[in-house]
């Protein structure tokens, strides 16, 4: 009896160090988390009942920033904004992404790995590159690539960056 139950309290101290050791493992993303993640978040919150410019004291206002946050027109356009771009941006990609992945573990594809690499590549290639392939494609001029595809139509070129539209669709590409 003496020997089970020593068996016992060996394998629950063994689960229990297996237990804190994967909890070590994954502690740093936590405490990153909540340094870089969660502190502004909180810290934001508790600012927005101040009223204080970063240099002299704070002064409490109460509720006063948030119902000028709520009655302001810039702000809901903004949040808008995001929340359309976030839209653009994120169902086409989710999309696009499902059937790549479905088409690069499919059977009937040869050459995977070519396709793979070729996916991959904008990933590793420097961000200079990609900034002059996106100013080539949304550039304001109508020898633009895109402009180019609108005039092939009878559209008129698209200036991206004054265009409300235009400047969204740039930025969810």
Request: aromatic content about 18%.
């Amino acid at each position: 009896m003496g020997l089970t139950l020593e068996k016992k309290q060996k394998k629950i101290t063994e689960k229990k160090r297996n237990a804190l050791s994967g909890y070590l493992f994954i502690s740093p993303f936590y405490l990153l988390f909540a340094v870089f993640g969660l502190f502004p978040i909180l810290f934001s919150f508790y600012i927005g009942f101040f009223r204080w410019d970063g240099l002299s004291d704070m002064e409490f206002a109460g509720l006063h920033n948030f119902q000028y946050i709520l009655n302001d027109e810039l702000f809901w356009k903004s949040l808008s904004n995001t929340l359309i771009i976030g839209i653009m941006g994120t169902a086409p990609q989710l999309v696009i992404g499902i059937l790549l992945a479905y088409a690069l573990n499919a059977t009937f594809l040869k050459y995977k790995n070519v396709f793979r690499i070729m996916i991959f590549l904008p990933y590793v290639t420097s961000i200079v590159a990609v900034a002059i392939v996106f100013s080539v494609i949304f550039s304001n001029q109508p020898h633009g690539l895109i402009n180019s595809v609108f005039g092939l139509f009878g559209m008129d070129p698209v200036v991206w960056n004054r265009s409300e539209w235009g400047a969204k669709i740039a930025i969810a590409r």
